[in-house]
Every structure is written in structure tokens, then in C-alpha cells.
């Protein structure tokens, strides 16, 4: 690991980076909250995809990364690269864009429904991404309430 200045920045930066290692970090708990609490099932990290996805719905073939804005180069004030230490930076961040590209090529390749829900927009895209999923499987549901 290449030792950065000890600016507020760049102890903020490790804080993130902290969290952003560890697997269950609090923005994906946050949407595997809300899908369980919506009926859904899912299962985590799997390995066996590409990427290893954070979330997968099985039943509507669906992918779900979680993505924080830093690490995955979001397009946003929070993905900015730091103005730093570029050198160490940039082609890191430009690799993980790239691998991450990759996931979602593969998986739709192999017939996945691909979501990336990142940080910033993080409680908004997560009801949409609900509500898209409980309208798929809708028609279940519907007849099941018809039938009362
Ligand atoms: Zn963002």
C-alpha cells in the first residue's frame, strides 16, 4: 500500500477505504433489507458469476451491485479521483471501472438482469429497483388477491 500525506482528506479516504473492504458494508445491508422485508429471496456473493455479485434474485435471474462512488469510479462529486497521488490512483480506479464493465458484459451474456445501485442515490434506486421487481412478479400475486 503506498503511504499518502496525513491530510483530513486522506484520513477520510482510509476510513472509506476501511469500510469498502469489508464485504457487508452498510449500504448493501441496507438493500438486503429491503428486499427481505419486501418477500424477496436472495442470495449473496456469489462466486460462481462473474464479479461475484453482491445480491442475486434467482427467481427474476436479476444481479444486484452495490456500489460505493469512490472505489467504482462513479460519475459523480464522490467518485472523483483524489487530486493526489494520481499516479497511484488513476489506473487503479480505471481497473476496477474496467473489471467492472466486464461483470455486467458477462452476466448479461449469460441472461442476467444486471443492477448497479450506487451510494450516492442509493435509497431512491433501491424503491425503484423494488418496485420494478414486485411489478414483475405481479401477475402472481394479483391472482392470488382475486381469488379473496
Ligand atoms: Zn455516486
Same mark, same amino acid.
Given at each position: 500500500?503506498?503511504?499518502?500525506?496525513?491530510?483530513?482528506?486522506?484520513?477520510?479516504?482510509?476510513?472509506?477505504?476501511?469500510?469498502?473492504?469489508?464485504?457487508?458494508?452498510?449500504?448493501?445491508?441496507?438493500?438486503?433489507?429491503? &428486499?427481505? =422485508?419486501?418477500?424477496? #429471496?436472495? /442470495?449473496?456473493?456469489?462466486?460462481? @458469476?462473474?464479479?461475484?455479485?453482491?445480491? %442475486?434474485?434467482?427467481?427474476?435471474?436479476?444481479?444486484?451491485?452495490?456500489?460505493?462512488?469512490?472505489?467504482?469510479?462513479?460519475?459523480?462529486?464522490?467518485?472523483?479521483?483524489?487530486?493526489?497521488?494520481?499516479?497511484?490512483?488513476?489506473?487503479? &480506479?480505471? =481497473?476496477?471501472?474496467? #473489471?467492472? /464493465?466486464?461483470?455486467?458484459?458477462? @452476466?448479461?451474456?449469460?441472461?442476467?438482469? %444486471?443492477?448497479?445501485?450506487?451510494?450516492?442515490?442509493?435509497?431512491?434506486?433501491?424503491?425503484?429497483?423494488?418496485?420494478?421487481?414486485?411489478?414483475?412478479?405481479?401477475?402472481?400475486?394479483?391472482?392470488?388477491?382475486?381469488?379473496?
Amino acid at each position: 500500500m503506498t503511504r499518502v500525506g496525513p491530510s483530513d482528506g486522506t484520513r477520510q479516504r482510509s476510513e472509506m477505504m476501511r469500510r469498502v473492504r469489508n464485504k457487508d458494508t452498510t449500504p448493501e445491508l441496507y438493500v438486503r433489507r429491503l &428486499l427481505h =422485508a419486501r418477500g424477496f #429471496r436472495f /442470495r449473496l456473493h456469489r462466486r460462481d @458469476l462473474p464479479g461475484s455479485p453482491d445480491i %442475486v434474485l434467482p427467481a427474476a435471474r436479476t444481479a444486484i451491485f452495490v456500489h460505493g462512488c469512490f472505489w467504482h469510479g462513479h460519475d459523480c462529486p464522490r467518485g472523483r479521483p483524489p487530486a493526489s497521488n494520481q499516479a497511484f490512483w488513476t489506473p487503479k &480506479l480505471e =481497473a476496477n471501472r474496467r #473489471r467492472d /464493465r466486464a461483470a455486467v458484459a458477462a @452476466l448479461t451474456a449469460q441472461g442476467w438482469q %444486471v443492477e448497479v445501485l450506487w451510494q450516492c442515490t442509493l435509497k431512491q434506486s433501491t424503491e425503484e429497483l423494488v418496485s420494478r421487481l414486485e411489478t414483475s412478479r405481479a401477475p402472481q400475486r394479483t391472482a392470488i388477491e382475486e381469488t379473496r
